[in-house]
């Protein structure tokens, strides 16, 4: 297991400020449904463990490979990711193998599964070890893959020795032309093999991933940068076949990346061709226009990327790192929602608030209602800490009480990292299967960069729940006040803290009276309060 690293304190005077810290829930405000969907992770290094044991609810296969993905030969292409290698050493492919089985397990666990439907006009051609940028064909390059060598010849990096591209290779060298009939076929194998979305087969289907990335990850055969027209012809054409196709799924688009492709294509004065609007707000209006147009709804989700940044540090995907990190990645959460908080990145230097989630709800409300939202990629990093963990407890608050409607992890912790009890805390808190509610209520901390408070209220049996994340270094004691709730006797109480790594352990039982409790945190922990509800 990795080595564990714990939370430094990084409030000014947290002392002075946590003589009036109180946490308040009213029941009967604010009350609203929360997705089980915003649990989800990709697939992508997801432990086995962990995804049968929570019943992850969603578990995506994308990643900028996928985008290259040839079903009939069960392979794809890295790209820039990995010296454009494609294929491995699988001499006899059968026809959408790997996938078929991620869906199967996906449906054994319980998860839905998210595929992506590659769309940008080319994918891989061999299911055997190939490459774009052959030394033997395109001469020395400034970089060759040390692992792999395709009949013997080594695969270069697609730059010449002085760092400049090689922009006069062949296309079809390892890819073959792939279109929306093409994709389709493979979309009525997965119908027939998993059944249609309503009956248990793939119920999301994705529109790529990150579209805008295409003329640099996968320049060997899209060099262009990605027009905002190109995105939208592209997507008309393969959702509404996935729609013919199976009627009863979902379509998600357009899965692109960072505060650059939400503003712009990359496409030098495209924006200004359209208006000045925004690239995701005017994909979500010609999306609109199609529906309009067409009588059929091709988009149902609205997904983006989002991984934090803060100037000189690395969060996204990175490890816990030292203090100054672990405290960057901590207040790093409020870009979700707070228009309060400046974001500590040079995104944050020139424009306003990010508050990522409340910005992509307006875009909906205003461009496309009724369009779900969704964050299929995101990763704050130092998921093998305890650090980590708080943080990821945290995000998890932010989508439910956000109103998230699904988000996919990327990057998940093995089963027995402290990234791991984040989920548990919400998935399986007690290790017999009790989970926090699906219904927010109004929670709310005098501080929230200490001690941040999520309620919410099950279903099945009224029950009060409450995640209370200590963000701190100092044990923290505070009065709830409780209101629009009437406890039946004792709440259970489960933490998790730098005491025990290895399970959330539960407390002695808490005296709750009509008005609320008081009750003292430990540092550094995630505490889940389970109250249960008066009979009537």
Not at 53 to 58: A, F, G, H
Not at 155 to 160: I, Y
Not at 164 to 183: C, E, G, H, K, Y
Not at 465 to 482: F, G, H, P, R, Y
């Amino acid at each position: 297991m990795a080595t564990i690293a714990t939370t430094a304190v990084y409030f000014k005077s947290p002392i002075a400020q946590t003589a009036n810290l109180t946490l308040s829930v009213d029941v009967t405000a604010d009350r609203h449904s929360i997705s089980p969907d915003i649990y989800g992770m990709n697939d992508y290094a997801l432990d086995p463990a962990t995804a049968k044991e929570l019943r992850i609810p969603v578990e995506r296969w994308g990643a900028n490979h996928t985008s290259r993905y040839n079903w009939l030969v069960d392979s794809s292409n890295s790209g820039d990711d990995f010296f454009f290698v494609g294929g491995g050493d699988n001499k006899n492919p059968i026809p959408g193998d790997s996938i078929d089985k991620i869906v199967k397990t996906n449906r054994k666990n319980g998860s839905k599964s998210i595929v992506t439907i590659p769309m940008m006009g080319y994918v891989n051609k061999l299911s055997i070890w190939n490459c774009c940028f052959r030394v033997a064909k395109y001469g020395a390059p400034e970089k060759t893959n040390p692992y792999i060598f395709p009949e013997e010849d080594k695969c270069g990096n697609g730059k010449r020795p002085d760092g400049s591209l090689i922009t006069d290779n062949n296309r079809l060298d390892v890819s073959i032309v792939s279109d929306a009939a093409f994709q389709k076929a493979w979309v009525q194998h997965l119908v027939k093999t998993h059944g249609t979305a309503e009956s248990g087969g793939v119920q999301i289907y994705q529109m790529d991933n990150e579209p805008s990335g295409w003329g640099n990850t996968h320049r060997d055969v899209h060099p262009e940068a990605t027009s905002y027209d190109e995105l939208r012809d592209r997507t008309y054409q393969y959702a509404s076949m996935v729609k013919a196709t199976d009627p009863t799924a979902k379509v998600l688009g357009p899965s692109d990346f960072g505060w650059p492709v939400y503003v712009d294509s990359g496409v030098k004065d495209d924006r200004e061709k359209h208006g000045g609007v925004w690239f995701g707000r005017w994909y979500l209006q010609q999306m609109r226009a199609c529906e309009q147009q067409k009588g059929v709804r091709i988009l149902d989700y609205f997904d983006e990327h989002y991984y934090p940044v803060v100037d000189d540090l690395c969060l996204a995907n990175c490890p816990a790192g030292d203090a100054k990190t672990q405290a960057a990645r901590l207040r790093s959460t409020r870009s979700l929602w707070d228009s309060t908080y400046t974001d500590e990145s040079w995104i944050g230097k020139s424009n306003p608030p990010l508050t990522i989630i409340p910005r992509f709800r307006d875009w909906i409300k205003q461009d496309y209602p009724c369009t779900k939202l969704a964050i299929t990629e995101y990763n704050w990093g130092g998921l093998e800490s305890l650090n980590g963990a708080l943080t990821q407890a945290d995000i998890l608050g932010i989508f439910g009480r956000e109103q998230l409607d699904l988000a996919t992890l990327w990057g998940p912790p093995k089963s027995s990292e402290p990234g791991s009890y984040a989920f548990r805390t919400y998935l399986n808190y007690d290790g017999k299967g009790s989970k926090y509610g699906d219904t927010w209520v109004r929670s709310q901390s005098t501080d929230q960069e200490l001690l941040s408070i999520y309620g919410s209220q099950r279903t099945n049996d009224g029950a009060l729940t409450l995640v209370i994340i200590n963000k701190t270094s100092k044990k923290l004691t505070s009065n709830l006040s409780l209101k629009g709730f009437k406890s039946a006797g004792k709440a259970q109480v489960y933490t998790y803290s730098e005491a025990n790594l290895q399970a959330i352990v539960r407390q002695d039982d808490l005296a709750v009276s009509g008005t609320g409790f008081k009750a003292t945190y430990p540092a550094n922990s995630i505490t889940l309060v389970a109250i249960p509800k008066e009979k009537a």
